[in-house]
Protein backbone atom coordinates (compact mmCIF):
# COMPACT_ATOMS: atom_id res chain seq x y z
CA UNK A 1 0.00 0.00 0.00
CA UNK A 2 1.23 3.32 -0.77
CA UNK A 3 -0.09 6.87 -0.34
CA UNK A 4 -0.38 9.31 -2.81
CA UNK A 5 -1.09 13.48 -2.42
CA UNK A 6 -4.17 13.99 -4.42
CA UNK A 7 -4.34 17.55 -3.71
CA UNK A 8 -5.70 19.48 -6.40
CA UNK A 9 -6.90 16.61 -8.38
CA UNK A 10 -10.36 16.26 -7.38
CA UNK A 11 -11.37 20.13 -8.34
CA UNK A 12 -13.93 19.04 -10.17
CA UNK A 13 -17.28 17.58 -9.39
CA UNK A 14 -17.00 15.26 -12.33
CA UNK A 15 -13.57 14.03 -10.74
CA UNK A 16 -14.92 13.86 -6.93
CA UNK A 17 -17.73 11.60 -8.39
CA UNK A 18 -15.35 9.01 -9.66
CA UNK A 19 -13.89 8.24 -6.48
CA UNK A 20 -17.23 8.50 -4.68
CA UNK A 21 -17.14 5.29 -7.14
CA UNK A 22 -14.69 3.74 -6.00
CA UNK A 23 -14.94 4.36 -2.76
CA UNK A 24 -18.04 3.16 -2.43
CA UNK A 25 -17.19 -0.50 -3.44
CA UNK A 26 -14.20 -0.60 -1.54
CA UNK A 27 -15.47 1.04 2.16
CA UNK A 28 -16.04 -0.56 5.04
CA UNK A 29 -16.27 2.54 7.16
CA UNK A 30 -15.68 6.03 7.43
CA UNK A 31 -13.84 8.42 10.11
CA UNK A 32 -15.97 12.01 9.88
CA UNK A 33 -14.25 14.47 12.30
CA UNK A 34 -16.24 17.53 13.55
CA UNK A 35 -13.18 19.88 13.14
CA UNK A 36 -16.32 22.44 13.07
CA UNK A 37 -18.59 21.03 16.19
CA UNK A 38 -21.50 23.09 14.69
CA UNK A 39 -21.09 21.26 11.32
CA UNK A 40 -23.17 17.90 12.64
CA UNK A 41 -25.29 17.63 9.61
CA UNK A 42 -23.75 14.53 8.53
CA UNK A 43 -23.20 13.13 12.05
CA UNK A 44 -27.21 13.28 12.65
CA UNK A 45 -28.04 11.83 9.27
CA UNK A 46 -26.20 9.04 10.12
CA UNK A 47 -26.70 8.42 13.84
CA UNK A 48 -27.89 4.40 13.63
CA UNK A 49 -24.89 4.09 11.22
CA UNK A 50 -21.64 5.15 14.14
CA UNK A 51 -19.71 2.88 15.81
CA UNK A 52 -17.97 4.80 17.99
CA UNK A 53 -17.11 8.55 18.97
CA UNK A 54 -13.75 9.23 20.50
CA UNK A 55 -12.10 12.80 21.42
CA UNK A 56 -8.44 12.46 19.70
CA UNK A 57 -6.25 15.38 18.32
CA UNK A 58 -4.81 12.44 15.93
CA UNK A 59 -6.53 11.52 12.85
CA UNK A 60 -5.23 10.37 9.88
CA UNK A 61 -3.20 13.28 7.91
CA UNK A 62 -3.84 15.38 11.08
CA UNK A 63 -2.61 16.13 14.41
CA UNK A 64 -3.88 18.90 16.04
CA UNK A 65 -3.20 20.48 19.58
CA UNK A 66 -6.56 20.92 20.40
CA UNK A 67 -9.04 17.17 20.76
CA UNK A 68 -12.13 16.71 17.73
CA UNK A 69 -14.32 14.03 18.11
CA UNK A 70 -14.26 11.70 15.66
CA UNK A 71 -16.87 9.43 14.29
CA UNK A 72 -16.55 5.74 13.00
CA UNK A 73 -19.32 5.23 11.00
CA UNK A 74 -20.23 2.27 9.32
CA UNK A 75 -20.42 3.06 5.06
CA UNK A 76 -23.72 2.21 2.84
CA UNK A 77 -25.44 3.09 0.03
CA UNK A 78 -27.40 6.20 1.39
CA UNK A 79 -23.91 7.25 2.94
CA UNK A 80 -22.87 7.57 -0.54
CA UNK A 81 -25.81 9.07 -1.90
CA UNK A 82 -25.42 11.59 0.32
CA UNK A 83 -22.20 12.71 -0.35
CA UNK A 84 -22.67 12.56 -4.32
CA UNK A 85 -24.61 15.85 -3.80
CA UNK A 86 -21.62 17.50 -2.71
CA UNK A 87 -19.41 19.83 -5.37
CA UNK A 88 -16.10 17.92 -3.96
CA UNK A 89 -14.77 17.68 -0.48
CA UNK A 90 -12.52 20.42 -1.10
CA UNK A 91 -10.64 22.86 -3.99
CA UNK A 92 -7.13 23.39 -3.96
CA UNK A 93 -6.04 26.04 -6.69
CA UNK A 94 -2.45 26.53 -7.35
CA UNK A 95 -0.94 29.63 -8.58
CA UNK A 96 2.46 31.04 -9.12
CA UNK A 97 1.51 34.44 -8.36
CA UNK A 98 -0.49 33.84 -5.53
CA UNK A 99 0.40 30.75 -4.38
CA UNK A 100 -1.65 27.82 -3.23
CA UNK A 101 -5.38 28.63 -2.03
CA UNK A 102 -7.89 26.54 -0.74
CA UNK A 103 -11.45 27.30 -1.82
CA UNK A 104 -14.25 25.56 1.36
CA UNK A 105 -16.64 23.93 -0.22
CA UNK A 106 -20.48 22.81 0.36
CA UNK A 107 -18.77 20.10 2.03
CA UNK A 108 -17.40 22.17 5.06
CA UNK A 109 -14.69 21.80 6.89
CA UNK A 110 -14.85 18.75 8.78
CA UNK A 111 -12.31 16.20 7.61
CA UNK A 112 -13.21 12.98 6.70
CA UNK A 113 -11.23 9.26 5.70
CA UNK A 114 -12.54 6.31 4.49
CA UNK A 115 -10.98 2.58 5.01
CA UNK A 116 -10.98 -0.69 3.78
CA UNK A 117 -12.32 -3.87 5.19
CA UNK A 118 -8.80 -4.67 7.03
CA UNK A 119 -9.01 -0.56 8.48
CA UNK A 120 -6.46 0.26 5.90
CA UNK A 121 -6.70 3.94 4.76
CA UNK A 122 -8.40 3.93 1.02
CA UNK A 123 -8.67 8.26 1.27
CA UNK A 124 -8.47 10.96 3.75
CA UNK A 125 -8.72 14.29 3.60
CA UNK A 126 -7.34 17.39 5.78
CA UNK A 127 -10.23 19.63 4.26
CA UNK A 128 -9.66 23.25 5.76
CA UNK A 129 -6.20 23.53 4.43
CA UNK A 130 -7.35 21.39 1.22
CA UNK A 131 -5.16 18.15 1.46
CA UNK A 132 -6.55 15.18 -0.51
CA UNK A 133 -4.41 11.93 0.24
CA UNK A 134 -5.24 8.73 -1.71
CA UNK A 135 -4.25 4.82 -1.83
CA UNK A 136 -2.25 3.82 -4.78
CA UNK A 137 -4.63 1.52 -5.85
CA UNK A 138 -7.69 2.95 -5.03
CA UNK A 139 -8.80 3.46 -9.01
CA UNK A 140 -7.50 -0.42 -9.90
Not at 28 to 33: A, N
Request: hydrophobic share 30%; net charge negative; charged share 35%.
Amino acid sequence: MKLVDYTGKMNSHNEYLETIKQLEKKSKYIEYVLVDEDEIGFTERFTESIVEVREKNKWWGTKSSGKCKVYRIKASKEMFKFLKQFETFCKCIFSDQQGDTVENTDFGINDIAFFDDKELPLLFTTTHEGYVTIRDDLFR
